[in-house]
């Protein structure tokens, strides 16, 4: 199979050829220090480009993606025109820091001497009213800009390459919400202010409605999965509750999908971390077809049981060892064994593309990032 027949087999729920493999997305990469390590283990030469200033990933160069026999390749849009979102440098508290605005007018800070990721230092309706919704400049999701060049960019990828075309991250429409307001304060908005959760809801669900709109007519007759997302568990479970997210949350999120499904031929995958056992009927009842990251250390979420409980229904995208208790800290050797063993539970009958769960961190040996992907490809073939 290609690589593009292999991940389209996987997520139809049909046996490939070998499980695919994917490094390199939003939710699916590797941190510049990890990268710059491996880079040094495997003797490839790259120059370090940054994809995604806030988790602070390396952009894989082909000869990574080759080496690891990786089946996907991203394309991902813009900002708007005239949008410059440069990192500004500036001191405070005795210390450097590289400061981002978002286009949302959110602040997402790193300190120099501590490079790892940014972190939210400013919401900028931490105070706002009902009211102040209504003036607050939202950016306009279907600025052209975005998405100059993408459908080349894609089509080069489609006709050029065997590869399967995997879109960026997108369809933020919950989190966008609380980086806006804090997460502290968005909480307590939803148990005393529903209705300024509502209004702040539509707001972001407008900009991803706009953006798809011209996002799907310039690419989605070419994008073979489409990554939307927002977190709604942790490791023990929901975040908030239930209700309130099948209240408010859900019907914007299912709104946005099945927009997304009618205007494209691409499979819809959804990533949220944590336990998130509780709402795959819901996620399911939205319209996604792949669940991400699969976070297999947090609780209910055994690959055994999830296979036979959703397997028919859901293809699972990660899930391939626990990032946080083995990835980083176990031998070459263990690692093997655990993917060799997630593996066995995964892949019969499709529906399963490998990767770590969530993207590599800084400090995970390059010998351990060697070994999961070898591994991978490796017991990934079809018995």
Known sequence: MTPRQRILAAINHQTPDRVPIDLGGNQTGIHKLAYQA????????DKLRIMDAVQQLAQPCEAVLQRFHVDTRYIAAG??????????????????????????????????????????????????????????????GDDPGRFAGLRDRAQQLRTETPYAVVSGISGVVYETCWYLRGLEQWFMDLLTQPEFCEALLEQTLKFWLDWFRLFCAEVGDLVDVIMVG??????????????????????????????????STAKVWYHTCGSCLEYIPDLLDNGIDILNPVQISAKDMDPLKLKGQFGRELAFWGGGIDAQHVLPTASPEEIRRQVAENLAAWKPGGGYVFNNVHNIQAGVPPENVVALFDAAYEFGGSD
């Open 79 to 140: 900002a708007a025109a005239g949008f410059k979102g440069e990192i500004v440098v500036n001191r405070r508290g005795g210390r450097k820091w590289h400061n981002l605005t978002d286009e949302f007018g959110v602040t997402w800070s790193m300190p120099d001497d501590q490079p790892l990721y940014m972190d939210i230092s400013h919401h900028p309706l931490a105070k706002a009213t009902l009211a102040d919704l209504a003036s607050y400049p939202f950016p306009k």
């Open 230 to 263: 927002d977190d709604l568990t942790g490791q023990t479970g929901p975040l908030f509750r239930p209700d309130i997210y099948r209240a408010l949350v859900k019907p914007r999120q299912k709104q946005l999908v099945q927009y997304i499904r009618a205007h």
């Open 38 to 45: 491996l880079l040094r283990h495997l003797g490839i030469k």
